[in-house]
Protein backbone atom coordinates (compact mmCIF):
# COMPACT_ATOMS: atom_id res chain seq x y z
CA UNK A 1 0.00 0.00 0.00
CA UNK A 2 1.24 3.55 -0.78
CA UNK A 3 1.29 6.06 1.83
CA UNK A 4 2.35 9.91 1.88
CA UNK A 5 5.36 11.38 2.67
CA UNK A 6 7.01 14.80 3.69
CA UNK A 7 8.46 16.69 0.92
CA UNK A 8 11.10 18.24 2.61
CA UNK A 9 12.22 15.04 4.70
CA UNK A 10 10.96 12.27 2.60
CA UNK A 11 9.69 10.78 6.50
CA UNK A 12 6.94 8.37 5.68
CA UNK A 13 3.23 10.10 7.13
CA UNK A 14 0.88 8.33 8.90
CA UNK A 15 -2.47 9.49 9.10
CA UNK A 16 -3.15 13.32 8.26
CA UNK A 17 -0.74 15.50 10.37
CA UNK A 18 -0.39 18.99 9.87
CA UNK A 19 2.90 18.99 10.54
CA UNK A 20 5.98 16.55 9.61
CA UNK A 21 6.62 14.44 12.85
CA UNK A 22 10.21 14.53 11.63
CA UNK A 23 11.10 18.10 10.47
CA UNK A 24 8.50 20.45 11.63
CA UNK A 25 7.61 20.97 7.54
CA UNK A 26 3.75 21.95 7.07
CA UNK A 27 1.78 20.04 5.25
CA UNK A 28 -0.60 21.09 3.02
CA UNK A 29 -3.10 18.59 1.84
CA UNK A 30 -3.60 18.56 -2.00
CA UNK A 31 -0.77 20.95 -2.38
CA UNK A 32 2.95 20.27 -4.10
CA UNK A 33 3.67 19.68 -0.14
CA UNK A 34 2.05 16.07 0.30
CA UNK A 35 3.81 13.59 -1.81
CA UNK A 36 3.37 9.65 -2.46
CA UNK A 37 5.65 7.23 -1.91
CA UNK A 38 5.58 3.83 -1.83
CA UNK A 39 8.61 2.76 0.75
CA UNK A 40 8.18 -0.84 1.65
CA UNK A 41 6.23 -2.26 -1.39
CA UNK A 42 7.92 -5.14 -3.00
CA UNK A 43 8.37 -4.98 -6.64
CA UNK A 44 9.76 -7.87 -8.56
CA UNK A 45 11.55 -9.18 -5.39
CA UNK A 46 13.08 -5.70 -4.53
CA UNK A 47 11.62 -4.10 -1.11
CA UNK A 48 11.44 -0.01 -1.83
CA UNK A 49 13.01 1.93 0.75
CA UNK A 50 13.51 5.75 0.14
CA UNK A 51 12.55 7.54 -2.75
CA UNK A 52 15.79 9.64 -3.89
CA UNK A 53 14.47 10.85 -7.51
CA UNK A 54 11.37 11.83 -8.82
CA UNK A 55 11.15 12.69 -12.80
CA UNK A 56 8.76 13.41 -15.80
CA UNK A 57 8.74 9.47 -16.33
CA UNK A 58 8.79 7.56 -13.00
CA UNK A 59 9.86 7.71 -9.25
CA UNK A 60 13.29 6.70 -8.17
CA UNK A 61 13.89 4.50 -5.54
CA UNK A 62 16.80 3.33 -3.41
CA UNK A 63 15.75 -0.82 -3.06
CA UNK A 64 17.26 -4.10 -1.96
CA UNK A 65 16.60 -7.50 -2.91
CA UNK A 66 14.14 -9.30 -0.70
CA UNK A 67 16.41 -12.43 -0.51
CA UNK A 68 20.06 -11.55 -0.79
CA UNK A 69 19.84 -7.75 0.40
CA UNK A 70 21.91 -5.76 -2.40
CA UNK A 71 21.32 -2.48 -2.89
CA UNK A 72 19.67 -1.44 -6.30
CA UNK A 73 17.75 1.18 -7.41
CA UNK A 74 14.70 0.89 -8.76
CA UNK A 75 12.77 3.24 -11.44
CA UNK A 76 9.14 2.68 -11.34
CA UNK A 77 7.17 4.21 -14.24
CA UNK A 78 4.45 6.58 -12.63
CA UNK A 79 0.90 5.71 -12.80
CA UNK A 80 -0.24 8.21 -14.49
CA UNK A 81 1.77 7.00 -17.59
CA UNK A 82 0.02 3.81 -17.44
CA UNK A 83 -2.63 4.30 -20.76
CA UNK A 84 0.19 6.27 -22.47
CA UNK A 85 1.55 4.00 -25.25
CA UNK A 86 4.62 6.64 -25.98
CA UNK A 87 5.87 6.71 -22.66
CA UNK A 88 5.47 2.81 -21.72
CA UNK A 89 7.82 2.79 -24.97
CA UNK A 90 10.04 4.84 -24.13
CA UNK A 91 10.35 2.76 -20.98
CA UNK A 92 11.08 -0.40 -22.67
CA UNK A 93 13.81 1.42 -24.53
CA UNK A 94 15.55 2.38 -21.97
CA UNK A 95 15.94 -1.31 -20.67
CA UNK A 96 16.47 -2.88 -23.90
CA UNK A 97 19.24 -0.15 -24.60
CA UNK A 98 21.09 -0.46 -21.55
CA UNK A 99 20.85 -4.24 -20.71
CA UNK A 100 22.78 -4.57 -24.06
CA UNK A 101 25.57 -2.75 -22.61
CA UNK A 102 28.21 -4.49 -20.16
CA UNK A 103 31.20 -2.11 -18.88
CA UNK A 104 32.26 -1.13 -16.05
CA UNK A 105 32.18 2.93 -16.94
CA UNK A 106 27.91 2.16 -17.72
CA UNK A 107 25.19 1.48 -15.16
CA UNK A 108 24.13 -2.23 -14.83
CA UNK A 109 20.86 -3.00 -15.63
CA UNK A 110 19.64 -6.07 -13.20
CA UNK A 111 16.15 -6.48 -14.13
CA UNK A 112 12.86 -5.30 -15.95
CA UNK A 113 9.76 -6.20 -15.36
CA UNK A 114 5.86 -5.19 -14.93
CA UNK A 115 3.83 -5.01 -11.33
CA UNK A 116 0.44 -6.68 -11.03
CA UNK A 117 -1.36 -2.93 -11.86
CA UNK A 118 0.28 -2.59 -14.56
CA UNK A 119 3.21 -0.56 -13.96
CA UNK A 120 6.65 -1.24 -15.45
CA UNK A 121 9.69 -0.88 -13.14
CA UNK A 122 13.80 -1.14 -14.20
CA UNK A 123 16.24 -2.33 -11.68
CA UNK A 124 20.05 -0.92 -11.82
CA UNK A 125 22.77 -1.10 -9.87
CA UNK A 126 22.92 1.27 -7.16
CA UNK A 127 25.53 3.49 -7.13
CA UNK A 128 26.66 5.39 -4.00
CA UNK A 129 28.04 9.11 -5.41
CA UNK A 130 27.04 12.25 -6.93
CA UNK A 131 26.52 13.29 -10.66
CA UNK A 132 28.50 15.66 -12.14
CA UNK A 133 26.55 18.60 -11.83
CA UNK A 134 26.03 18.47 -8.18
CA UNK A 135 30.17 17.88 -8.13
CA UNK A 136 30.41 20.83 -9.74
CA UNK A 137 27.97 22.37 -7.79
CA UNK A 138 29.71 21.51 -4.48
CA UNK A 139 33.29 21.62 -5.32
CA UNK A 140 33.65 24.36 -8.03
CA UNK A 141 35.72 24.35 -10.80
CA UNK A 142 37.51 21.14 -11.40
CA UNK A 143 41.54 20.69 -11.94
CA UNK A 144 42.50 19.56 -15.13
CA UNK A 145 43.52 16.07 -14.26
CA UNK A 146 40.14 15.41 -12.99
CA UNK A 147 38.66 16.54 -15.85
CA UNK A 148 40.70 14.28 -18.30
CA UNK A 149 40.06 11.36 -16.03
CA UNK A 150 36.13 11.91 -15.86
CA UNK A 151 36.34 12.80 -19.70
CA UNK A 152 38.02 9.77 -20.70
CA UNK A 153 35.51 7.30 -18.78
CA UNK A 154 32.65 8.98 -20.48
CA UNK A 155 34.17 8.06 -23.76
CA UNK A 156 34.75 4.51 -22.77
CA UNK A 157 30.62 4.44 -21.46
CA UNK A 158 30.10 6.04 -25.00
CA UNK A 159 32.43 3.74 -27.21
CA UNK A 160 30.35 0.78 -25.51
CA UNK A 161 27.41 2.59 -26.20
CA UNK A 162 28.23 2.76 -29.59
CA UNK A 163 29.84 -0.65 -30.53
CA UNK A 164 26.10 -1.75 -29.96
CA UNK A 165 24.56 0.74 -32.00
CA UNK A 166 23.02 2.88 -29.07
CA UNK A 167 23.03 6.47 -29.23
CA UNK A 168 22.47 8.00 -25.85
CA UNK A 169 20.75 11.30 -26.91
CA UNK A 170 20.85 13.19 -23.71
CA UNK A 171 24.42 13.31 -22.26
CA UNK A 172 24.71 15.50 -19.68
CA UNK A 173 26.12 16.19 -16.23
CA UNK A 174 22.92 15.05 -14.86
CA UNK A 175 23.57 11.66 -16.38
CA UNK A 176 26.92 11.11 -15.13
CA UNK A 177 27.45 8.97 -12.15
CA UNK A 178 30.98 9.75 -9.99
CA UNK A 179 32.08 8.06 -6.72
CA UNK A 180 34.66 6.73 -4.59
CA UNK A 181 35.47 3.04 -4.36
CA UNK A 182 38.00 1.53 -1.79
CA UNK A 183 41.12 2.11 -4.46
CA UNK A 184 39.63 4.42 -7.09
CA UNK A 185 38.26 8.14 -6.84
CA UNK A 186 36.08 9.90 -9.49
CA UNK A 187 34.85 6.82 -11.19
CA UNK A 188 32.46 7.36 -13.46
CA UNK A 189 28.97 5.57 -14.35
CA UNK A 190 27.00 6.79 -17.23
CA UNK A 191 22.87 6.44 -16.39
CA UNK A 192 19.69 7.24 -18.04
CA UNK A 193 19.42 5.35 -21.21
CA UNK A 194 15.53 6.94 -21.15
CA UNK A 195 15.56 8.60 -24.69
CA UNK A 196 18.14 6.45 -25.95
CA UNK A 197 18.05 5.50 -29.82
CA UNK A 198 18.73 1.86 -30.54
CA UNK A 199 19.65 1.23 -34.38
CA UNK A 200 20.57 -1.92 -36.37
CA UNK A 201 23.74 -2.44 -37.76
CA UNK A 202 23.01 -0.93 -41.23
CA UNK A 203 22.35 2.08 -39.28
CA UNK A 204 18.61 2.45 -39.45
CA UNK A 205 16.90 3.18 -36.51
CA UNK A 206 14.71 0.27 -35.08
CA UNK A 207 10.83 -0.21 -34.48
CA UNK A 208 11.63 1.53 -31.05
CA UNK A 209 13.22 4.37 -31.67
CA UNK A 210 11.62 7.74 -30.63
CA UNK A 211 8.37 8.51 -32.59
CA UNK A 212 9.41 10.59 -35.85
CA UNK A 213 8.67 14.09 -35.36
CA UNK A 214 9.35 14.56 -31.44
CA UNK A 215 13.02 15.87 -30.40
CA UNK A 216 13.75 14.41 -27.40
CA UNK A 217 16.99 16.28 -25.46
CA UNK A 218 18.49 19.03 -22.89
CA UNK A 219 18.61 21.55 -24.71
CA UNK A 220 21.67 23.04 -23.60
CA UNK A 221 23.49 20.03 -24.51
CA UNK A 222 21.62 18.67 -28.02
CA UNK A 223 23.69 18.86 -31.54
CA UNK A 224 22.51 20.77 -34.36
CA UNK A 225 21.43 17.80 -36.02
CA UNK A 226 19.36 16.79 -33.28
CA UNK A 227 17.68 20.06 -32.52
CA UNK A 228 16.11 19.70 -36.56
CA UNK A 229 15.56 16.32 -35.92
CA UNK A 230 17.98 15.16 -38.85
CA UNK A 231 19.12 11.27 -38.59
CA UNK A 232 21.56 11.01 -35.44
CA UNK A 233 24.76 9.08 -35.08
CA UNK A 234 27.26 8.15 -32.39
CA UNK A 235 29.06 11.80 -33.54
CA UNK A 236 26.13 13.42 -31.78
CA UNK A 237 26.93 12.32 -28.89
CA UNK A 238 30.56 13.94 -29.03
CA UNK A 239 29.00 17.20 -29.72
CA UNK A 240 26.90 16.69 -26.19
CA UNK A 241 30.26 15.61 -24.68
CA UNK A 242 31.75 18.50 -25.74
CA UNK A 243 29.63 20.95 -24.49
CA UNK A 244 30.26 19.11 -21.21
CA UNK A 245 33.96 19.41 -21.79
CA UNK A 246 33.30 23.20 -22.66
CA UNK A 247 31.64 23.83 -19.53
CA UNK A 248 33.59 21.94 -16.71
CA UNK A 249 36.59 24.16 -18.64
CA UNK A 250 35.41 27.14 -18.77
CA UNK A 251 32.61 27.04 -16.01
CA UNK A 252 29.83 28.34 -18.15
CA UNK A 253 27.75 26.57 -20.88
CA UNK A 254 29.06 27.86 -24.61
CA UNK A 255 25.56 28.47 -25.57
CA UNK A 256 23.07 30.08 -23.11
CA UNK A 257 19.65 32.04 -23.04
CA UNK A 258 16.30 32.52 -21.25
CA UNK A 259 14.47 30.63 -23.34
CA UNK A 260 15.03 26.58 -24.35
CA UNK A 261 14.16 27.94 -28.07
CA UNK A 262 17.09 30.72 -27.58
CA UNK A 263 19.78 27.74 -26.64
CA UNK A 264 18.32 25.82 -29.59
CA UNK A 265 19.12 28.68 -31.79
CA UNK A 266 22.54 29.72 -30.60
CA UNK A 267 23.58 25.54 -31.16
CA UNK A 268 22.38 25.73 -34.68
CA UNK A 269 24.14 29.40 -35.80
CA UNK A 270 26.32 30.85 -33.17
CA UNK A 271 30.00 29.80 -32.55
CA UNK A 272 31.14 29.41 -28.90
CA UNK A 273 33.83 31.57 -27.38
CA UNK A 274 37.13 29.54 -26.79
CA UNK A 275 37.56 28.13 -23.38
CA UNK A 276 40.92 29.94 -22.97
CA UNK A 277 39.26 33.77 -23.89
CA UNK A 278 36.64 32.58 -20.65
CA UNK A 279 40.13 31.14 -18.61
CA UNK A 280 43.31 31.78 -20.26
CA UNK A 281 44.63 29.36 -17.39
CA UNK A 282 42.43 26.99 -19.57
CA UNK A 283 45.13 24.36 -21.59
CA UNK A 284 45.07 25.57 -25.30
CA UNK A 285 44.31 22.24 -26.68
CA UNK A 286 42.15 21.00 -24.27
CA UNK A 287 40.05 24.14 -25.47
CA UNK A 288 40.36 23.24 -29.17
CA UNK A 289 39.27 20.04 -28.79
CA UNK A 290 36.31 20.97 -26.75
CA UNK A 291 36.02 23.26 -29.87
CA UNK A 292 36.37 20.59 -32.24
CA UNK A 293 33.69 18.61 -30.50
CA UNK A 294 31.05 21.26 -30.95
CA UNK A 295 31.53 21.76 -34.67
CA UNK A 296 28.20 22.17 -36.35
CA UNK A 297 28.93 19.54 -39.27
CA UNK A 298 28.65 16.01 -37.66
CA UNK A 299 32.20 15.99 -40.04
CA UNK A 300 34.30 18.05 -38.83
CA UNK A 301 34.22 16.20 -35.29
CA UNK A 302 36.32 13.57 -33.80
CA UNK A 303 35.19 10.12 -35.76
CA UNK A 304 34.06 8.30 -32.79
CA UNK A 305 34.97 7.96 -29.04
CA UNK A 306 38.14 6.54 -28.63
CA UNK A 307 39.58 9.26 -31.03
CA UNK A 308 38.61 11.42 -28.28
CA UNK A 309 40.74 9.82 -25.74
CA UNK A 310 43.49 9.23 -27.70
CA UNK A 311 43.45 13.51 -28.16
CA UNK A 312 43.34 13.26 -24.44
CA UNK A 313 46.08 11.16 -23.86
CA UNK A 314 48.07 13.01 -25.85
CA UNK A 315 47.31 16.00 -24.37
CA UNK A 316 47.39 14.37 -20.92
CA UNK A 317 51.41 13.76 -21.72
CA UNK A 318 51.92 16.74 -23.22
CA UNK A 319 50.98 19.16 -19.56
CA UNK A 320 52.84 16.54 -17.31
CA UNK A 321 55.92 17.32 -19.65
CA UNK A 322 54.92 20.76 -18.75
CA UNK A 323 54.14 20.20 -14.74
CA UNK A 324 53.27 17.55 -12.41
CA UNK A 325 49.80 18.43 -11.29
CA UNK A 326 48.37 20.10 -14.84
CA UNK A 327 48.37 23.06 -13.63
CA UNK A 328 50.22 25.59 -16.21
CA UNK A 329 50.51 29.16 -16.60
CA UNK A 330 48.85 30.61 -20.13
CA UNK A 331 52.33 31.20 -22.00
CA UNK A 332 52.99 27.58 -21.53
CA UNK A 333 49.55 26.51 -22.35
CA UNK A 334 49.93 27.94 -26.25
CA UNK A 335 52.91 25.65 -26.69
CA UNK A 336 50.43 23.04 -26.64
CA UNK A 337 48.26 24.32 -29.35
CA UNK A 338 50.58 22.35 -31.96
CA UNK A 339 49.36 19.19 -30.82
CA UNK A 340 47.54 17.59 -33.73
CA UNK A 341 44.03 17.33 -33.07
CA UNK A 342 42.71 13.63 -34.76
CA UNK A 343 40.75 14.25 -37.77
CA UNK A 344 37.45 12.73 -39.15
CA UNK A 345 39.49 10.34 -41.19
CA UNK A 346 40.80 8.45 -38.35
CA UNK A 347 40.18 4.88 -38.12
CA UNK A 348 39.73 2.95 -34.49
CA UNK A 349 42.23 0.98 -32.81
Same mark, same amino acid.
Given at each position: ?????? %???????????? #?????????????????????????????? @????????????? &???? !????????????????????????? #? &? &?????????????? $????? #? @? %? +????? /? =? /??? !????????????????? /??????????????????????????????????? +???????????????????????????????? %??????????????????????? *??????? =??????? =? %? *?????????????????????????????????? $????????????????????????????????????????????? &???????????????? @???????
Amino acid at each position: MSQSSC %QSCSAPLDGSPN #FCPECGAVIERGSARLVQTHRGLSVGGYLL @GDKIGDGAVGEIY &RASH !ETLGKQVVIKLLHPHLLGDSNTSRR #F &R &REALAASRLNHPNV $IQVLD #F @G %Q +MPDGR /L =Y /LAM !EYVEGVDLADMRHREGP /LSTARILHILRQVCFALDEAHSHDVLHRDLKPENI +MVADGRNTRDHVKVVDFGIAKVMDPSGVDSSI %QTISGIICGTPEYMSPEQARGDE *LDLRSDL =YSLGVIL =Y %Q *LLANKLPFEDISALGVVTKHLSETAVHPSQEDPE $IPKALGDLAMRLLKKEPDSRPPHAMAVVQELDRIEQALRSLDGEH &RITAREASTLSDIPVI @GSGTTAP
